[in-house]
Structure formats: C-alpha cells, structure tokens
C-alpha cells in the first residue's frame, strides 16, 4: 500500500512539474523569447511527459525562430500522437512551405487508390471506434429482435443485425490495414540544410540528388553510416544517418 501511494505521489509532482514548466513555456513564448520557450517544451519532453500539445507548441517556436526541419518535425510528431489535431495540420502546411525542395507524390491509380482513399479518410483508431459502435448497435438490434412482438419488428432488426454486422467487418479491415501501412513506414525529415543524397551507401558514390532540411522522406534500410530513403515521388538513394531524424 505504502508503495502505490509513493508512487501516486511521484506521479503527481512529476505531472505537476510538467504542467508548470509548460505553462512557463508559454509564458516565454508570449513574450517573444521563442528560444527559452523551446527549452522549456523541449526540457517536458525530455522527462517522458509526451503529449501532441507539448510538440506543437515546441513547433510553433522553432516556426517563430525559422528553424524549418525542427518546426516540421514536432508537428509531424503532434500529428502522430493526435492525428486529427487541425491547427497541427494548418501550421504544418505552413512550415512546409518554407522547405526548398517540391517533391510530388505519385499518384495512385485503379484499385488501390479506392482502398487507400477510403481507408487513409480515419486514422486507425478511429476505425476501431466505429467497430466498437457498431457492436454496441449489433448487439441493440439483437435484442430489439429476440424481444420483437411482430413479423415486421423482427425482419427490421435482423436487417439491422446484417448491416451492423457488414459495418464491423469493414471497420475492423480498414483498422488493421490503416495500422499495418503506418508500422510500414519510418517517416524522417532532413535536418542538415543541404545533403547529398548518394546512388550508394559509399563516400565515394556519385550524387543522386541534393535534398534540402525540412524535407521528408522514408526510410527503407540501414547499411553502415548510410540509409537507404525514398521521396514521395519514389525516387530512392543513400543518405548519411545523422542528416536525418526519423519520427518513429
């Protein structure tokens, strides 16, 4: 018993002190002093208190310092722990448009631009709420139709039954593919202003292209010193693994 209270109270200083030291972050950032503010977040974090909030407004001081690949990155992690976070995505927008390279996805095409469009509409939790919904309304149509007192009722809730049931399916499905392409992915984004992206994992390899900081890409492996990224238009090279910073 002693133990779980010390631990109680340990939990509370520490959200205490998070919660002062973000509140003192944003103290300094309504005065101007955008670095100090950034340490404050920065300091948050570095104690294992993670949350979307702490990241987007640590973006929000490097955007007001002008620092493109820190600002990009916190936002990009805002995002990831609060998906649907919209002044993430507005001043991410932004803080893109300050990176140098324009690099456009290709589009996809046919059946697999169906799924993607449907599924990528929600992020994976989202999906599985709606599984967890449609199971609760299974399971009111169930009951509407053991205790229906008519021919019509019971076809009425059997029919909800058979539409709730193909509702969870499809949740479920979209929740376990949206999961399963996001674990695919490493996201990282360009921290050195200018980089030479290698056609080989050597110091010596020719050039491929030159990215610029705050760009993002994807990592696809680790050889040595060098990873292997790719852009969102597909196109692939080496790249040096501390001019970069993965997000996951």
């Not at 002190?17 to 955008?34: M, P, R």
């Not at 702490?54 to 936002?75: E, G, H, Q, S, T």
């Not at 589009?107 to 799924?115: L, M, N, Q, Y």
Request: glycine share 6%; proline share 2%; charged share 20%.
């Amino acid at each position: 018993m002693k133990r779980i209270l010390y631990i109680l109270t340990a939990l509370f200083f520490v959200q205490g002190f998070a919660q002062s030291t973000f509140d003192e972050g944003n103290a300094l950032y309504k005065e101007g002093k955008y670095n100090e503010a950034a340490k404050a977040y920065q300091s948050i974090l570095d104690d294992g208190k993670q949350s979307a909030e702490v990241y987007f407004n640590l973006a929000n001081a490097y955007y007001k310092m002008d620092a493109v690949a820190p600002a990009i990155y916190n936002y990009e992690k805002a995002l990831l722990l609060k998906p649907n976070y919209e002044d993430a995505k507005i001043n991410l927008g932004y803080a893109q448009k300050m990176t140098i390279d324009d690099i456009q996805a290709v589009p996809e095409v046919g059946f697999s631009k169906i799924v993607h469009n449907f599924t990528g509409a929600y992020h994976y939790d989202v999906w599985a709420w709606g599984a967890v919904i449609g199971s609760v309304l299974f399971l009111l149509c169930f009951i509407g139709y053991y205790f229906a007192g008519t021919t019509t009722l019971k076809r009425v809730f059997f029919m909800g039954m058979v539409l709730m049931f193909l509702g969870i399916v499809v949740t479920i499905l979209s929740a376990v593919f949206v999961e399963a392409e996001s674990a695919k992915q490493r996201p990282a984004i360009v921290f050195n202003e200018v980089v030479s992206v290698k056609s080989e994992p050597t110091d010596g390899a020719p050039d491929a292209f030159i990215l610029h900081e705050g760009t993002k890409v994807y990592v696809l492996e680790t050889l040595g010193n060098y990873k292997k990224i790719e852009l969102a238009d597909d196109t692939e090279g080496w790249i040096k693994k501390d001019a970069i910073k993965e997000l996951k």
